[in-house]
């Protein structure tokens, strides 16, 4: 479960996060509407302690991030940013994070395999197409086979066929109980994924409601 309480963030003179509250629970994909700009990739980034908030609290099972133990296997995240360790084989990059993790050591492959690497896992991260580099940031995120799951604009930039596999994967980690709350500023994204959704605008919660009740009230 995902808890946003009274959540605000400050850059200088913008206002990012502005007074936000809202629970994401387990067993379904929750979509996080907003337009560019709307907050949706700072709250993620507080909720995953890459940044701080100005006020309130973002808490993954009951926790703020910093106090979780063995983080990667209690969220695992895929953001916007460009893959790291480009000079890094694919498989050696999750054999890595497997061991600083004290994640089982068989997890690589079957994550690799899980994502559709197993053709290109001694390839180096720089020479990873675009969408290879992202199923990579998603193998990374299953690593610890986490309850929770952060997937920010998971389908940008990607070719039909990995959007539909990534909408497909998502549908069945929520399946199998996991808490997948994912962002996007397409609603016809959400449409076709989301059974809740979270729609924000400039930093501030518009709607919280099943996505049956969105389309009826708009
Ligand atoms: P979204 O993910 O919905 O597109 P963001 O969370 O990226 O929105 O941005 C929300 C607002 O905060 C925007 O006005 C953005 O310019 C601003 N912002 C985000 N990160 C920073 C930063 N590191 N420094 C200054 N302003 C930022
Ligand atoms: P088992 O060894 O019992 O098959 P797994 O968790 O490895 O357990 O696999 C069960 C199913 O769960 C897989 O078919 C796959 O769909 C999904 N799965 C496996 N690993 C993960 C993970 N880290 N995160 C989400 N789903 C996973």
């Known amino acids: 479960m995902i808890e946003v309480r009274n959540l605000s963030k400050r850059y200088g003179g913008t206002t990012a996060v502005d007074d936000l509250a ?21 709250t993620m980034r507080i909720l995953l302690g890459l940044d701080r908030p100005t006020g309130g609290r973002a808490l993954i099972d009951g926790a703020p991030f910093a106090r979780l133990r063995e983080p ?58 675009f969408g290879m580099g992202r199923r990579l940031g998603l193998a990374a995120a299953l690593l610890g086979d986490p309850p929770v799951l952060l997937l920010d604009e998971p389908v940008n930039g990607l070719d039909p066929e990995g959007v539909l596999w990534i909408r497909n994967l998502m549908k069945r980690l929520a399946a199998e109980g996991r808490t997948v709350f994912v962002s996007s500023h397409l609603m016809s994204e959400m449409a076709v994924t989301a059974e809740h959704l979270i729609v924000i605008g400039r930093g501030r919660l518009l709607a919280d409601t099943t996505m049956a009740g969105f389309i009826a009230a708009n």
């Open 72 to 129: 990667l296997r209690r969220v695992g995240a895929l953001l916007e940013t460009t893959p790291a360790h480009g000079g890094r084989r694919a498989r050696d990059h999750l054999l890595w994070l497997a061991r600083s993790n004290r994640i089982p050591e068989g997890r690589p492959t079957e994550v690799l395999r899980l994502t559709g690497l197993d053709g290109v896992a001694r390839k180096r991260i720089k020479h990873l197409s």
């Open 22 to 42: 809202f629970t994401v629970r387990p067993g379904r994909v929750t979509g996080f509407l907003g337009p560019n700009g709307a907050g949706k990739s700072t």
